[in-house]
């Protein structure tokens, strides 16, 4: 069965960054939409940026755009997310996903992946 686990959360003071990592198993990257998401207490979840696995087409929500990039590294099986210049707003339970369909498709209806980690935490610190 497909699993997905995050490692990398921590806490990191305003300015600094982290790197997210998902490793995967259970069946092959290559053709599906993976991405990172996170919800901060009293929030909905947000998407936060997705790749296409083949073909490696990305996407960011403003909000992060210039500070985080996604990548993937098909054989390892991991899913990255390189957080930089880290803001307090940034403070939340990141997870990461993964879903056969297209990415655009995903996030049309609302980011509804097919499978999920568990999340790890991420604090940015005064």
């Known amino acids: 069965q497909v699993q997905l686990v995050e490692s990398g959360g921590g806490s990191v003071q305003v300015g600094g960054s982290l790197r997210l990592s998902c490793a995967v198993s259970?069946?092959?990257?290559?053709?599906?939409?993976m991405g990172w998401f996170r919800q901060a207490p009293g929030k909905e979840r947000e998407g936060v940026a997705t790749?296409?696995?083949?073909?490696?087409?990305?996407y960011y929500a403003d909000s992060v755009k210039g500070r985080f990039t996604i990548s993937q590294d098909n054989a390892k099986n991991t899913l990255y997310l390189q957080m930089n210049s880290l803001k307090p707003e940034d403070t939340a339970m990141y997870y990461c996903a993964a879903d056969p369909r297209p990415c655009g498709v995903v996030r049309g209806t609302g980011y509804g992946m097919a499978y999920w980690g568990k999340g790890t935490l991420v604090t940015i610190s005064s």
């Open positions: 259970g069946y092959t990257y290559r053709g599906y939409c």
């Open positions: 790749i296409f696995t083949r073909g490696g087409s990305t």
